[in-house]
C-alpha cells in the first residue's frame, strides 16, 4: 500500500518562474493537507482540500498561491512568480478523515523548492 | 505566546537513558495531541497519539496534562536510533488545522 507520494522530490526555480508541486494521498484517503516548513522552523499549515473543494485556506498567502484537488489526479499546489523567499520544503499530508473531529494524518516526503 | 511550545533543545543523552521532553499549548480547547517525529530533511511520522489517560507504546510513555496545559514524551533506554527532532502536534480544537511546535532535537550518544 503505496504512502503518500510527492514530486517532484527537488525543484529549483527562477525568481519570476512558476513552481507546480504535486501529491497523491493514501490510497483510500480523500483529504488532503498542505504545509510549508523553513529551515529550522516549524511546520505552518497553509491548506485544506476534499476532492473538489477547498475546505481551509486560511493558511495561503493571499497572491501568488494557490492549490487544488481534482477529481482524477493529484493535488497541485502552484506558486506564481516564484520569489527567493518562496525556498522551502513543502510537505503533503493525508487522512482517512477530515482532522476536525481529531484524526491521523500521513506525510509525503517532500518537495524542496529552491528559488534561484 | 506561540500557540505550541518547545523546548528547542537538543538534548544530548547516553544510549541506555531515558529522557522526556515537554510541550505546552496555548489554547485550553485543544482536542488532540500527537507526537511526531522527523529526521534531517525528512517528512515527520507519526509517533503516536496522546489520550486523556495517557498511553505507552514500547519505550515510549506520552501524557497529557490538561490542568496545566502541557503534553510529554517520556522515551525509556534510548537507542541510537532515536536521534531526531519531536515535534508537539495540537488540533486546535473544532477547525482543521494542526499547530505544530518546532520542534525538540534530541541526540543519543553512544
Known amino acids: 500500500n503505496a504512502g503518500v507520494m510527492q514530486n517532484p522530490r527537488h525543484l529549483v526555480r527562477r525568481r519570476g518562474q512558476e513552481a507546480r508541486l504535486r501529491c497523491s494521498p493514501m490510497k483510500g484517503h480523500s483529504h488532503v493537507y498542505w504545509y510549508r516548513q523553513l529551515p529550522e522552523e516549524g511546520l505552518k499549515f497553509m491548506v485544506y482540500?476534499?476532492?473538489?473543494?477547498?475546505?481551509?485556506e486560511s493558511g495561503m498567502p493571499k497572491e501568488r498561491f494557490s492549490a487544488e484537488f481534482p477529481k482524477e489526479g493529484p493535488s497541485i499546489l502552484r506558486i506564481q512568480q516564484v520569489v527567493r523567499g518562496d525556498s522551502a520544503a513543502y510537505f503533503c499530508?493525508?487522512?482517512?478523515?477530515?482532522?476536525?473531529?481529531?484524526?491521523?494524518?500521513?506525510f509525503g516526503p517532500g518537495t524542496r523548492l529552491t528559488v534561484t | 505566546r506561540k500557540e505550541v511550545e518547545q523546548d528547542p533543545g537538543p538534548f544530548n543523552v547516553p544510549e541506555g537513558a531515558t529522557v522526556a521532553f515537554n510541550c505546552t499549548y496555548s489554547?485550553?480547547?485543544?482536542?488532540?495531541f500527537f507526537w511526531y517525529r522527523q529526521d534531517c530533511r525528512k517528512e515527520p511520522k507519526l509517533l503516536m497519539s496522546v489520550y486523556s489517560s495517557g498511553n505507552e507504546d514500547g519505550r515510549f510513555t506520552a501524557q497529557l496534562n490538561r490542568a496545566s496545559q502541557y503534553i510529554s514524551l517520556l522515551i525509556r533506554d534510548s537507542k541510537l536510533s532515536d536521534s531526531a527532532t519531536y515535534l508537539c502536534?495540537?488540533?486546535?480544537?473544532?477547525?482543521?488545522?494542526?499547530?505544530f511546535g518546532t520542534g525538540t532535537r534530541l541526540k543519543v550518544l553512544a
Open positions: 482540500l476534499q476532492k473538489e473543494n477547498i475546505i481551509d
Open positions: 499530508a493525508s487522512s482517512p478523515n477530515g482532522l476536525a473531529g481529531g484524526g491521523e494524518q500521513y
Open positions: 489554547n485550553s480547547a485543544s482536542q488532540s
Open positions: 502536534v495540537v488540533n486546535r480544537a473544532g477547525t482543521y488545522k494542526y499547530i
